[in-house]
């Protein structure tokens, strides 16, 4: 069974500091991971998809890794800012759809 | 593109009532997605239509749940009766089977059960 797991759980960083968030899952034989935003009281926005056969994906200040043989994701917030403050949800779905959602990474940017 | 559509945003019933949540997926989306989101659980994908057609309905918590999807704009999942442990936000999401199946979501419905 797919459990997907993502440290730290709440992460509280000065503006403009680099930051990387995790995410583990421990069956590799994964379709594509996904990374979410989600704001207070708001739906998931989508920021990143990583194709299995894919090691990495850049938007912006972000960026995602994929190592599925580790079964490890990273994404990595470059010169993080206030508007950033939000969760992030890590989602790994396998081969008929089946998604599985991390329990997410409270982030939290001071000005 | 108006993204996925969800309604009613906010539902408040009383316990025995029954619920009926509705959604509008991406226009030329062919797969929906039913979502649970709890502080106690996290997402829990409830159920995913491919083509209208149910592919899996495991995470569907009990008999009192049930989904359709009667054609390709729109889908409902109904609760009857409503418990109020059934309290939470349900999303409904939608992909293209393009080959990257990348899931768009929708504002959510927040359901209190009285």
């Known amino acids: 069974k797919q459990e997907v797991t993502q440290i730290p759980a709440a992460l509280s960083v000065p503006e403009g500091e680099n930051l990387v968030l995790n995410c583990s899952f421990t069956d590799s034989a994964i379709y594509n991971l996904q990374w979410f935003r989600q704001d207070p009281g708001k739906g998931l926005t989508s920021l990143l998809l990583?194709?299995?056969?894919?090691r990495e994906q850049t938007s912006g200040r972000l960026n995602a890794s994929l190592d599925k043989s580790s079964g490890r994701s990273t994404l990595y917030i470059a010169a993080s800012q206030p508007g950033d403050s939000a969760t992030y949800l890590c989602a790994v779905t396998a081969g008929g759809f089946k998604t599985i959602f991390g329990a997410g990474t409270r982030l939290f940017v001071k000005a | 593109d108006a993204g996925v559509i969800q309604s009613p945003r906010h539902e408040v019933t009383e316990m025995g009532q029954e619920v009926t949540l509705r959604c509008k997926p991406i226009s030329g989306h062919n797969s929906l997605f039913w979502y649970r989101q709890t502080m106690m659980r996290g997402l829990e994908l409830l159920i995913y239509?491919?083509?209208?057609?149910?592919?899996?309905d495991s995470g569907m918590p009990e008999d009192r749940f049930s989904a359709k999807m009667p054609n390709a704009s729109f889908s409902t999942l109904k609760i009857q009766p409503s418990e109020p442990r059934d309290s939470a936000v349900y999303f409904c999401?939608?992909?293209?089977?393009?080959?990257?199946?990348?899931?768009?979501f929708g504002p959510g419905t927040r359901l209190t059960v009285t």
């Open positions: 999401a939608s992909s293209f089977r393009d080959g990257s199946y990348e899931q768009y």
């Open positions: 990583i194709q299995s056969s894919q």
């Open positions: 239509f491919n083509n209208n057609v149910p592919i899996d």
